[in-house]
């Protein structure tokens, strides 16, 4: 079975320039989660989709970050304008769902993109 | 916020056990323990959780004190591949909600030496 799939795996980009990413969680998965990590840090929440909608944007930037998840399956992140503390690995991560559960809660995490602004 | 407390960084020699402490001294009664892993250069991956009793699955065990205040999980036999940082996190599960969220903290660096 295929995980979480994310494009690209590597961006370099000049500031003010915009960036977008994109993710492909796991087939039956209704819980979509993007993640930003700073060298050196755990992962931070940005966004939770329950299927198409976007429940939990609460630490999202929303003057410079934007997210869609439109047909409820994949989605993209998007960055415009790009700023030098972007730089950082943005994770995409599934679930089947937001259920209480012991598989229900695992989330399942792509490889991630590493994104340098020069 | 994390709320947990784990070390920066620990040793362990190839073959033997790795024990690895996690503090969570304001946890509530419906918080659960959840211990992920983070390989370098990918995504975290989910090891194992639990609420009051230990628990053992193919990757690990995770023993839990009976005050729930802390914790340990354990690799019985550490290979050079179990190098990674480890996240111990505390959540409530719930149906949705942000309460549910997994909040990483810096994890603990473990370092496999042959």
């Known amino acids: 079975e295929a995980g979480v799939v994310q494009s690209p795996r590597y961006k370099i980009i000049e500031k003010k320039q915009p960036v977008a990413f994109w993710c492909n969680p796991i087939s039956g998965h209704n819980t979509l989660y993007w993640y930003r990590q700073n060298l050196g840090q755990g992962p931070e929440l940005l966004i939770r989709?329950?299927?198409?909608?976007?429940?939990?944007d609460s630490q999202l930037p929303k003057d410079r970050f934007s997210a869609e998840r439109l047909k409820g399956v994949d989605s993209t992140l998007k960055i415009q304008p790009a700023e030098l503390g972007d730089s950082a690995v943005y994770l995409c991560?599934?679930?089947?769902?937001?259920?209480?559960?012991?598989?229900?809660?695992?989330?399942?995490f792509g490889p991630g993109t590493r994104l340098t602004v020069l | 916020d994390a709320k947990t407390t784990q070390p920066p960084s620990m040793d362990c020699a190839e073959g033997r056990a790795a024990n690895l402490p996690c503090n969570h001294s304001t946890i509530s009664g419906n918080e659960y323990v959840y211990w992920y892993r983070q390989i370098h250069s990918q995504g975290p991956q989910y090891i194992i959780h639990g609420l009051k009793n230990n628990e053992t699955n193919e990757m690990a065990s995770l023993i839990i004190t009976e005050d729930r205040k802390s914790s340990t999980l354990i690799l019985p036999h550490a290979t050079l591949r179990d190098t990674a940082v480890y996240y111990c996190?505390?959540?409530?599960?719930?149906?949705?909600?942000?309460?549910?969220?997994?909040?990483f903290g810096k994890g603990t660096k473990l370092s496999v030496k042959p």
């Open positions: 996190i505390v959540r409530v599960v719930v149906y949705g909600g942000s309460q549910g969220n997994l909040i």
């Open positions: 989709y329950e299927n198409e909608e976007a429940v939990d």
């Open positions: 991560a599934s679930s089947l769902g937001p259920f209480g559960g012991r598989s229900y809660n695992e989330q399942f």
